[in-house]
């Protein structure tokens, strides 16, 4: 059991696991070895203390120099389902499950907008997991929709058990497969009343189906935990960062405005510091 499970490796997530590292916590922590997509693709940033004119590219290069530098090691997963058991944490990180004391969540604003119909479905035909869920569609027809080519090996994975699968890649892609159809169209709705029935696009086309995998690089934090308390849209925490649930803790954008590196950087020294605290206790 790790003393504690970090989610998300942006400036939050990076700046707890610097600090869980600094009081030797035995901790892992979940992401991308390319740490944020919002850093790489910030053009200039004046705002970062210490560095006036840095491109966020130069930013997330010195970030990973930082971690090089203290042996901290990125497992690149995605989490996909969180539990709490008691006094600890059991989380699902591509179909594997890890425990952890404490959780600090880093996973960023989500930029994608649900499906309507998404919500009321999940689990009953909706499925966030391409390794968890896809043996029940075998042989049957679905929708795989994704918003990162990192998945792409699950689309394949998906093809190769379902008889017919509808892709809707959200950038250019060429995977290739018999039963696979891409379209360039805009899923809209998820239709269904105890099942999924249909996918709605927005030429108006409806498309029978039995499941819809949303394979995206975020997920809401109410799906990934459930019980999690959401204020205005974002994580509700108090002065340490921790959550309503008892020694899980949130960090950066996730938490709420303003969305700034040096937020995310405070607030994710912070919840390093609960979780200290906490394990201490
Ligand atoms: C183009 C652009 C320019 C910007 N310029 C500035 C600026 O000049 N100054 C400034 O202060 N701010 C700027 N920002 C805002 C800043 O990028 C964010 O406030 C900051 O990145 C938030 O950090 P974070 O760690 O909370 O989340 P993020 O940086 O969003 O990182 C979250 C990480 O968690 C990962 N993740 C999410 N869900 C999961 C999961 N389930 N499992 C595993 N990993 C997961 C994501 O892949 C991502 O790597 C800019 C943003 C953009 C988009």
């Known amino acids: 059991m790790y003393d504690c499970i970090i989610i998300g490796t942006g400036p939050a997530g990076l700046s707890a696991a610097i600090n869980l590292k600094t009081y030797n916590k035995d901790f892992v922590w979940f992401g991308t070895k390319n740490l944020s997509n919002k850093v790489i693709k910030a053009e200039k940033v004046v705002n970062y203390p210490g560095f006036p004119e840095?491109?966020?590219a130069e930013l997330n290069d010195r970030f990973k120099a930082h971690i090089e530098s203290q042996n901290i090691e990125i497992t690149e997963k995605t989490v996909t389902n969180v539990m709490a058991a008691g006094d600890y944490y059991m989380v699902l990180a591509d179909n594997e499950i890890y425990e952890a004391k404490?959780?600090?969540?880093a996973m960023g604003v989500m930029?994608?907008?649900?499906?309507d119909g998404e919500e009321k479905l999940l689990g009953r035909g909706v499925s966030y997991c391409a390794t968890c869920d896809g043996r029940l569609y075998q042989g049957k027809k679905i929708a795989v929709i994704c918003n990162d080519p990192k998945f792409e090996h699950e689309v394949l994975y998906l093809a190769d058990l379902a008889a017919e699968v509808y892709y809707f890649p959200?950038?250019?892609?060429d995977v290739k497969?018999?039963?696979i159809t891409i379209s360039k169209d805009a899923p809209m709705k998820i239709t269904g009343e105890s099942k999924v029935e249909s996918l709605v696009l927005r030429s108006g086309e409806e498309i029978c189906l039995d499941g819809v995998f949303c394979l995206r690089n975020?997920?809401?934090p109410t799906h990934l935990i459930p019980g999690i308390q959401i204020e205005d849209g974002h994580i509700a925490v108090d002065r340490k960062m921790e959550t309503n649930l008892k020694g899980c803790f949130a960090c950066g954008d996730c938490t709420g405005r303003p969305y700034q590196y040096t937020k995310a950087v405070g607030e994710g020294n912070v919840a390093a510091h609960g979780v200290v605290e906490f394990l201490a206790e």
């Open 177 to 179: 497969g018999d039963n």
């Open 218 to 220: 975020a997920i809401t």
């Open 102 to 105: 404490t959780l600090i969540l």
């Open 54 to 56: 840095v491109t966020g």
């Open 170 to 173: 959200t950038f250019e892609s």
């Open 111 to 115: 930029a994608a907008r649900l499906l």
